[in-house]
């Protein structure tokens, strides 16, 4: 049984591959002149010393940094990115720099753009705004229609100039966060703090990149998150880090939060060309008091935001590819072909992460199905690369890309170790 997963378009990856480069080698200075001095700062005040969920805080800023310079942020959102909780937030208690009297510090790093969106990033009740407010008052069907209407909406704006604000998926965002955004309260004074719509966008963004970075199974532990609903309901305080070590269930929160990011990115969209329509909008260009200035750019992942993982296949496939990897991996001719089935089945369920691709790819390449190998690890490669961190996060997302890459070099060259020892001097990727 082979995979049907279809062929893998090389100029494509090709790119991909060049955007991680720097980050794979370390050439920080190639992706901003000011990145390793930023770094050094973040390292100055202890960000390296601080505990974060699946590593140290400092290792975390610079991991969200690189997810969102491949999903091709703005500069303003990467830089928030790497201190996006620098002055502690809603969720963690991280202030390594106070927040009363450190702003001008940080602003003098970065910017005053990136400066805004990092302090309105730490003091807007995250948890509510996005969760309760937005990702809880849809249902997974209800997001697969409004995807579905939304992409007619706005082919229907840009090619015909029809608009039509009655419409259901239109009408339901615009109640939930309307044109121009939402009054807040601050976390820790309580005063009413303006957020614009593509703000929140923004910050749906990044916290996509976010969890996806930092989220394992230890988490599920934390909040008996055995329905893979994500919804914070239990309170296991005394789960033992770092757990089994096993991918977490957090991808069909984050699949209904990269749907809620597209239905927001192709209101604003319509918004504003229905506005360039208008005549009393004549002239009218960026308005920055919406911060119309801010890139919405579509994330890669989950076919760029417009598919939803169920949770339920979401468990079924974590635990098949759980069982495959370390159930049936000894290399014996027995236990492959029972990877192979497991794995396959995985992918059915969940194709929107790379591992599974990787490890099955592996699999035919020790069975000499080289065709086979090339597919599954190009497009294991493709994923890893699209997401910017692993989803098993037992390996580095930098390790799962270079034993990728020899996997898929080792594919198109059909060959493949044929002793331990060869396996273990596998490493050099051209």
Request: hydrophobic fraction near 40%; charged fraction near 25%.
């Amino acid at each position: 049984m082979a995979s049907q997963q279809g062929n893998i378009n090389n100029d494509y990856l090709e790119t991909l591959v060049a955007s991680a480069r720097p980050f794979l080698r370390g050439e920080l200075e190639a992706i901003d002149k000011n990145l390793p001095s930023l770094i050094a700062v973040l390292r100055s005040v202890g960000a390296g010393e601080c505990w974060h969920k699946h590593g140290s805080f400092l290792e975390h800023l610079v991991d969200i940094y690189r997810i969102l310079k491949i999903w091709k942020a703005p500069d303003c959102v990467c830089l928030c990115g790497l201190f996006h909780s620098a002055y502690s937030n809603s969720y963690v208690n991280l202030a390594i720099f106070d927040p009363n009297t450190g702003r001008d510090v940080v602003r003098g790093h970065v910017g005053d753009a990136a400066e805004k969106l990092i302090h309105l990033f730490c003091i807007v009740p995250r948890q509510p705004l996005i969760h309760d407010d937005l990702l809880f008052e849809y249902s997974d069907q209800e997001l697969v229609e409004h995807l579905k209407a939304s992409d007619v909406s706005l082919r229907n704006a840009k090619e015909k100039g029809l608009f039509n604000a009655e419409e259901a998926w239109r009408k339901k965002i615009n109640e939930l966060l309307p044109a121009d955004g939402l009054t807040v309260k601050h976390i820790k004074t309580g005063e009413d703090v303006g957020v614009s719509r593509r703000v929140v966008a923004t910050f749906v963004m990044l916290t996509i990149a976010d969890f996806s970075d930092q989220l394992f199974g230890f988490q599920d532990f934390l909040f008996n998150n055995s329905d893979g609903k994500l919804e914070f309901a239990g309170n296991s305080f005394s789960a033992l880090w770092p757990g089994d070590g096993k991918p977490g269930l957090w991808m069909n929160s984050l699949s209904r939060m990269g749907a809620i990011y597209s239905l927001i990115a192709r209101e604003e969209e319509i918004f504003i060309q229905e506005r360039k329509t208008s005549a009393a909008a004549v002239g009218v260009g960026v308005d920055k008091e919406r911060d119309e200035d801010i890139e919405l750019p579509v994330p890669p992942v989950f076919e760029n935001c417009t598919r939803i993982l169920d949770a339920k296949e979401q468990i079924e496939a974590r635990d098949l590819y759980w069982e495959a990897v370390c159930g049936n991996s000894d290399g014996s001719k027995e236990k492959l072909e029972k990877a192979e089935e497991l794995l396959l089945r995985c992918i059915e369920k969940n194709p929107f992460v790379g591992e599974p691709h990787v490890v099955l790819g592996q699999i035919y390449l020790a069975k000499g199905e080289f065709e086979e190998a090339e597919r599954e690890a190009g497009k294991g490669l493709m994923l890893l690369l699209e997401w910017g961190s692993p989803w098993d996060k037992r390996m580095s997302w930098e390790g799962w890309v270079a034993w990728t890459r020899v996997l898929y070099m080792k594919a198109k060259e059909k060959s493949w170790p044929q002793t331990s020892w060869g396996v273990l001097n596998l490493g050099f990727v051209r």
